[in-house]
């Protein structure tokens, strides 16, 4: 990408970008010298002249997928996840996690503000639902077309020095590239030539699905009188803007997609995980009697960090499979048809029910009463399994210290 103020309008992508071009001239320490003379660093993708982020020709990157129907809670999940994470992974796991790129990362840093580091703790604040357009996409310009793409927020994961694995974070460290689309993108006939945002889904090495409880009518009614959340009175009087699509439309829809740009089989199993996450725990945790809130991490001798408690995390998982196979089967169906390794991992992004704005009547949460639990967790199972070397995970045979952190 070129540096010099002169060089500015891309063919590509419109006339406030700086021109792309392909460097014929080089410093003595082999950074493109632009065609103006001047020396620059930024580096764009050949093909759709995106800018790259440098990391991610220096580190391995893996790529995680977020998607769920309209209002399912995607943007506060993210919110309150990238929070979640970059307190417990440094304190608990020694793991750094910092942002890539800031730019690429704004929107979230946004969404983390307003509900963590809000100036006015006491007002009622909401995330804007996710877009099919905006800041959250760029547009490419293909000649006889234009091209939507998804753009996706980017972390780089570091071991740091109480890590065991410090002296080997050359080959432990990931940049993690995580990708959120609107509900909408995953309509039937939202993926074409022209927006193929959802297509990253076959590359991921883990899918989230966010199911929403309280768009199902079949958990409002087991949550009669047993759960003060608005959002879980019947569906008549509620909010006219929070009408709600079919949930298992939106996940076979994915799942179509994923087999198509993958090329699998309708009757072959994904062989990488996803994670059916169910939001808004709070709302609904009666239903899930005996299971706490208490964060899944546990400590082993002689070793500084924690690891992951899995086998908590798999009774956890089959308890709450075996409920929504109860109330929500198709759901169930759905996956298991499609995913080889199939997790359930109840969240709260907020920590309580929201509340009702008496001037708007749009519904809300006060900065000050933010305290979210098992948010981090769909992703750290991720990590662990997907970015060896990182976190660490109890197994049901015991293992030295070494073996904890692969």
């Not at 899918?207 to 759960?227: E, M, N, V, W, Y």
């Not at 309708?266 to 990488?272: I, K, Y």
């Not at 009463?369 to 750290?380: G, N, R, T």
Request: aromatic share 8%.
């Amino acid at each position: 990408m070129a540096e010099h103020p002169d060089l500015i309008g891309d063919s590509r992508l419109g006339p406030e970008f700086a021109v792309r071009f392909l460097p014929s001239r080089f410093t003595a320490d082999g950074e493109a010298i632009d065609p103006e003379g001047q020396r620059t660093t930024r580096l764009a993708c050949p093909a759709c002249h995106l800018e790259v982020a440098r990391p991610l020709y220096q580190i391995p990157p893996v790529f995680f997928s977020i998607l769920g129907a309209p209002a399912s809670g995607k943007s506060y999940f993210l919110a309150s996840m990238s929070w979640k994470m970059r307190q417990i992974l440094p304190s608990l796991f020694s793991v750094a996690m910092t942002d890539t790129d800031a730019v690429t990362n704004a929107r979230l840093h946004e969404y983390e503000e307003l509900q963590f580091l809000n100036p006015d703790p006491d007002k009622l604040v909401a995330i804007e639902k996710t877009q099919v357009q905006g800041d959250l996409y760029d547009t490419v310009n293909m000649g006889t077309h234009s091209v939507q793409y998804p753009r996706p927020f980017l972390f780089n994961l570091q071991p740091m020095s109480k890590h065991p694995n410090y002296a080997q974070s050359r080959s432990a460290s990931k940049v993690m590239c995580l990708y959120d689309n609107a509900g909408e993108s995953f309509l039937p006939g939202q993926d074409t030539t022209s927006s193929p945002v959802t297509r990253h889904l076959a590359l991921s090495r883990c899918i989230f699905f966010l199911f929403d409880p309280t768009q199902d009518p079949r958990f409002r009614q087991a949550c009669q009188g047993k759960s003060n959340d608005p959002q879980m009175l019947p569906r008549a009087n509620r909010l006219a803007r929070e009408n709600s699509v079919r949930q298992d439309t939106i996940l076979l829809e994915a799942i179509q997609r994923v087999r198509r740009h993958a090329g699998l089989r309708e009757d072959q199993l994904h062989q990488r995980p996803m994670v059916i996450v169910v939001t808004k725990w709070d709302s609904w945790e009666t239903l899930l009697p005996g299971v706490t809130r208490d964060a899944p991490y546990i400590g082993l001798p002689n070793v500084a960090n924690k690891v992951l408690d899995g086998d908590r995390i798999a009774t956890v998982s089959k308890q709450l499979g075996d409920l929504l196979r109860q109330l929500t089967p198709e759901i169930v169906a759905a996956a298991e048809g499609f995913a080889a390794d199939l997790t359930f991992i109840p969240v709260s992004a907020t920590g309580r029910a929201p509340e009702v704005d008496e001037k708007t009547g749009s519904l809300g949460i006060r900065p000050r009463d933010m305290a979210p639990y098992w948010v981090e967790v769909p992703l750290l199972h991720a990590i662990s399994r997907w970015c060896p070397g990182l976190i660490g995970t109890r197994a049901s045979q015991p293992q030295s210290a070494s073996q904890q952190v692969k």
